[in-house]
C-alpha cells in the first residue's frame, strides 16, 4: 500500500471518529442529566415553599433540549391546586440566575384558549378545529410584574402570544379573511396589542400541500 492510500484512510479513521464524538456528546446533550434533574426540583421545592402558601406538588422535570424556551434548560413540572387545566413550571432563568415560575404564562394561555375557541368554531365550523396551540413568554409575569394572587387577565396586557391553530382539512378561499378577521378581534376585543397567529392545514397531498397562513400584528 503507498503512502498517499495510507494517509487517506488514516485521514478517513479521524474523521469517522470526529463524527461519533460529536454525534455520542449531541446524544449526551438531549438526553436528561439525573443530578441536574434532581437539583432542579430540589430548588424548585424551596422555591415554591418560600413563595406559595398553597401546596403544590412537584411531578416531574422537563429537559428544553431543543432550545423552545431560551430562558431555562431544566425545569420543574409543577401541579397547581384547584387547577387541573394546566401545570406551572419552576425554573431557574438564565438571565437573572434566579429561580421563578410561569404561573401567569399559563394562566393567561388557559384563558385565551377560551376566549378564541368560540371565534374559531365561529368562522371555521365546530369540527374543524384539530388544535389550537396558544403560548406566552414563559416569565412574562416578572416582565409585568404581575402575581397570581392578582388574578390578572390578559385582556390589554402587551404579552405578544404565539397562536398556532390547525384544521382538519386543506385551504380554503375564505381562511385568509377569516384569519384577519380572528386577529382583529384579538386586537380590538381582547385588547392584545401584539402577536403572531399561525394557521396551519391538515392537508392529505403528499406533494403540493397547502401553505401556512402567518400574520404578525403590533
Known amino acids: ?5 495510507k494517509a487517506l484512510i488514516a485521514g478517513l479513521i479521524i474523521v469517522v471518529v470526529l463524527l461519533g464524538i460529536v454525534f455520542y456528546l449531541s446524544y449526551l446533550g438531549l438526553r436528561e442529566n439525573p ?3 434532581s437539583k432542579v426540583k430540589e430548588e424548585a421545592e424551596v422555591y415554591l415553599n418560600e413563595t406559595y402558601d398553597q401546596p403544590m406538588e412537584i ?3 422537563l429537559l428544553d433540549n431543543t432550545g423552545v424556551y431560551d430562558i431555562f434548560r431544566y425545569a420543574a413540572i409543577v401541579n397547581v391546586p384547584d387547577h387541573d387545566n394546566y401545570r406551572v413550571l419552576v425554573y431557574k432563568h438564565n438571565q437573572t440566575g434566579e429561580y421563578t415560575d410561569s404561573y401567569i404564562a399559563e394562566m393567561f394561555e388557559y384563558e385565551l384558549e377560551g376566549l378564541l375557541l368560540p371565534e374559531l368554531e365561529s368562522h371555521f365550523g365546530e369540527d374543524v378545529i ?8 414563559k416569565d412574562i409575569g416578572d416582565q409585568l410584574n404581575l402575581k397570581p394572587d392578582d388574578q390578572p387577565s390578559l385582556i ?13 382539512r386543506g385551504h380554503e378561499n375564505s381562511d385568509e379573511e377569516d384569519l384577519d378577521s380572528i386577529i382583529k378581534t384579538m386586537q380590538e ?6 402577536g403572531n397567529v399561525t394557521l396551519t392545514f391538515q392537508d392529505s397531498s403528499f406533494i403540493f400541500k397547502d401553505k401556512n397562513l ?5
Open 130 to 137: 384539530d388544535d389550537l396551540w396558544i403560548t406566552y413568554p
Open 59 to 61: 411531578v416531574d422535570t
Open 35 to 37: 443530578e441536574e434533574a
Open 156 to 168: 390589554g396586557k402587551d404579552a405578544h402570544p404565539v397562536v398556532r391553530i390547525t384544521l382538519n
Open 1 to 5: 500500500m503507498n503512502t498517499k492510500k
Open 214 to 218: 402567518r400574520e404578525s400584528f403590533d
Open 189 to 194: 376585543d381582547f385588547e392584545i396589542p401584539s
